[in-house]
């Protein structure tokens, strides 16, 4: 029994002594990780000075996760407990790993929800690696940018032509102003005014007999003109616009060529996508924010609708990289067929002879060949700078433009203000845009404004080449000019040296592991009739967009099981930079390199590289990630590849397609699915969006003429 007892005695004292070394660890460890949590994070108080008015508030926000990566939406709320009229405190604590850089700003959030910026320079600080201390930050509101400083917001750089202050204003000696604290020193990405003002326009389409090169066809117009009607607005004003479908057999319906729609994709416009087709009879309004500024164009998206004659120009004002005196307005360029684009687009499908010459091209709406029509005229003042807006709505000519006898100082590409340059001749792709500045500094006269069709790089083709041309005559001028061009190599490429005004800077460190090769490829197929169907591939699926039930239909309804032609890729994760890159292969049986014009809904993006070769991987280390051209529509070159990059912070359904009208048609698209639970948290499913479907769907039932193409 002793022994028995002894025994259990031991064991008893054994099993006490691993528990309480058990404990002992246990506790040594809660002991030590208490000792490191406070080494984990350290409180930063943040103490700033700004006067605000009764239900203002002041926050800050900065360029790591903690103070919300520059996203307004997550800026730290700061409270104003200590606040008096003499002492104006606004405080806020925020937690912060040791040893973290960081920039930041503070900004005020209006009565009205609209955000203040304080001025440039960003502020910088460093977390102490100490934590023994929690530090205090003592800031004052800059209410003025030194002259000297340089913004950095959210990676990006810029040196103004003057420096803004709140008094500043746009005129011609100052452009780079705009309204209060706003200038072309302004994040666009992430900041804009909100003007409070509403801008409207009514669209009625219908057929019509037009004449603009004095040969009479058939024309879809709005409000019976061509162009339609220019939209202005000021950068940050709301744009309603209101469609009416007069057209007796066809759909319809407006996109916003460039427009980022910003948490609004339902607005769009893009049939099988963000909506269904606008019915004849039908009538919808259109209303978005116009948060970027410059020169653009909308057009119908229904299949290639717009080539004949529904489209018009876009103006939104803003700051400027460079002054000027007068804005002469926008100057669409495109080319012209006198059969209608959709029997021209019919038979470039399903017969296998390529695409057909252009009979003519208008500039403006307006054009000579053959002795008949007029031409388009612009008045310059004698030593005056103005402001130009060159648009490119073709639906197959690229153009090289140029004025005679006069330099063009490039100031925007896109929606992308640049650092200013000059040149005598400019490539216009289809959808793009570019502003530029003439200096009326020539011999009093007529002179000869040219866009040439870049055939011999395979840009297309066009009868009346060689003969596209509008006149610029300075005040008092009239007549016929008599100047001739200058010589210039054709080509198909991009403009170079678009340096974007903003420094901006692509992160390299994941490409290799992120970037997704797009293949395009032309195939055909042979119906059981015996004729040709031609389409595009995308990584061997050529897209084929649902009318009937759009891609946001399914997104408002949180399924996923659209039809797998509708294309449909799904973007990582919001705040993540995504890579592409566009490849031109050999088809079957057609090898066809030709040039492709790529455009990006919802988003503009950064061009990394471009190459005529076989893209790989071993590229990579090559590309640009150092402020490159930044553009929402880009050449990809003939039988080569187009490297992209852009950010995924706008949820919604946004189309990559080429804006060639006969590529789009046979299919050469995908749609990027961007974080689709978020969508109706920001833009809700519009009142209108079932009844539109539904009238839809009921014509579509008995209409003459049966969708027989992609629908883009």
């Known amino acids: ?55 203002e508030s002041v926050s800050v926000v900065g360029s790591i996760a903690q103070l919300g990566n520059w996203d307004t939406s ?28 960081f920039q930041y700003k503070y900004i005020k959030f209006n009565t009205d929800g609209s955000v203040q910026w304080e001025f440039d320079p960003n502020h910088s600080y460093t977390v102490p690696n100490s934590c023994t201390t929690n530090p205090s930050i003592k800031d004052t509101w800059q209410s003025s940018t030194p002259a000297s400083t340089t913004s950095t917001t959210s990676t990006k750089a810029a040196t103004s032509t003057a420096t803004p202050t709140p008094t500043c204003t746009n005129s011609p000696t100052t452009r780079n102003c705009w309204q209060g604290t706003f200038s072309i020193d302004t994040d666009f990405d992430t900041n804009w005014p909100t003007t409070g003002r509403t801008v409207s326009y009514d669209f009625d389409i219908r057929n019509t007999t037009m004449s603009p090169d004095g040969h009479a066809r058939q024309v879809l117009a709005i409000n019976n003109q061509y162009p339609g009607p220019t939209i202005y607005a000021n950068w940050g004003d709301m744009i309603s616009v209101t469609v009416h479908n007069n057209l007796p057999n066809n759909g319809t319906s ?24 606008l019915a004849p009879g039908q009538s919808k309004t259109y209303i978005f924010q116009a948060t970027q500024y410059g020169t653009s164009w909308y057009h119908s998206h229904f299949s290639s609708q717009y080539g004949d004659g529904v489209l018009g120009p876009i103006v939104i004002y803003g ?64 030593g005056k700078r103005h402001r130009l807006r060159l648009i490119n709505t073709a639906v197959d000519n690229h153009f090289m433009v140029s004025l005679d006898n006069h330099v063009m100082q490039v100031i925007t590409n896109d929606f992308v203000p640049i650092v200013p340059y000059n040149t005598t001749h400019l490539f216009l792709g289809i959808g793009q845009r570019y502003d530029v500045i003439i200096t009326a500094n020539q011999a009093s006269s007529n002179y000869w404004f ?32 008599t100047t001739s061009g200058t010589s210039y190599t054709q080509r198909c490429t991009d403009e170079t040296g678009l340096t974007p005004y903003w420094n901006s800077y692509v992160p390299d460190g994941q490409v290799a592991s992120q970037v997704t090769q797009l293949n395009t490829w032309l195939n055909q197929t042979t119906n059981t009739d015996g004729s040709l169907t031609l389409y595009w ?13 759009p891609t946001y239909s399914y997104i408002y309804s949180s399924t996923s099981n659209w039809p797998s032609r509708a294309n449909v890729l799904t973007l990582p994760t919001e705040a ?26 919802g988003h503009d993006f950064y061009i990394l590289g471009t190459g005529f070769d076989t893209w790989n991987t071993g590229k990579i280390a090559g590309l640009d990630y150092t402020n490159p051209t930044r553009r929402d529509t880009a050449m990809m070159p003939a039988g080569g590849w ?68 992609s629908g883009i």
């Open 74 to 101: 997550k800026a730290i709320f700061m409270t104003a407990t200590g606040y008096t009229a003499s002492n104006p405190q606004w405080v806020a604590t925020v937690n912060i790993p040791p040893g973290t850089s």
């Open 319 to 382: 700051p400027a990289t460079a002054n000027y005196d007068l804005d002469v307005g926008p100057l669409p360029i495109t080319d012209w067929y006198y059969p209608t684009v959709a029997q021209t687009a019919a038979r470039t499908m399903h017969v296998n002879a390529g695409p057909p010459k252009a009979d003519s091209a208008l500039i403006n709406g307006s054009m000579v060949i053959q002795g008949s029509g007029s031409y388009s005229r612009t008045t310059l003042q004698p």
């Open 576 to 601: 993540k930079w995504t890579y592409w890159v566009l490849q031109s292969q050999a088809g079957n049986p057609y090898n066809v390199a030709v040039p492709h014009p790529i455009h990006l809904h």
């Open 642 to 709: 187009l490297a992209i990059a852009f950010q995924t912070d706008n949820p919604g359904a946004w189309m990559l397609h080429c804006h060639i009208a006969w590529h789009a048609d046979e299919g050469l698209a995908v749609q990027f699915l961007e974080a689709p639970s978020q969508v109706a948290g920001f833009d809700p499913k519009p009142s209108n969006f079932d009844s539109q479907c539904a009238a839809w769907n009921s014509y579509a039932s008995t209409a003459a003429y049966k969708k027989g193409d």
């Open 1 to 55: 029994m002793l022994s028995s007892y002894v025994l259990s005695g031991i064991a008893t004292l054994a099993s006490f002594v691993s528990a309480s070394a058990v404990v002992h660890r246990d506790a040594h460890e809660r002991v030590f990780a208490r000792q490191s949590s406070s080494c984990i994070q350290v409180s930063v108080t943040f103490n700033e000075l700004k006067s605000t008015a009764w239900g």
């Open 254 to 277: 407006i996109h916003w060529h460039g427009l980022r729609q910003w948490h609004k994709g339902s607005q769009d416009g893009v049939p099988g996508v963000n909506e269904c087709p």
């Open 537 to 549: 591939n995308v990584n061997g699926s050529s897209m084929n967009a649902d009318w009937a039930k």
């Open 450 to 481: 040219r866009a040439e069709v870049q055939v011999a790089a395979g840009c297309g083709d066009n009868w009346n080449n060689g003969n596209l041309n509008a006149i610029f005559s300075y005040a008092g001028q009239s007549g016929t000019p």
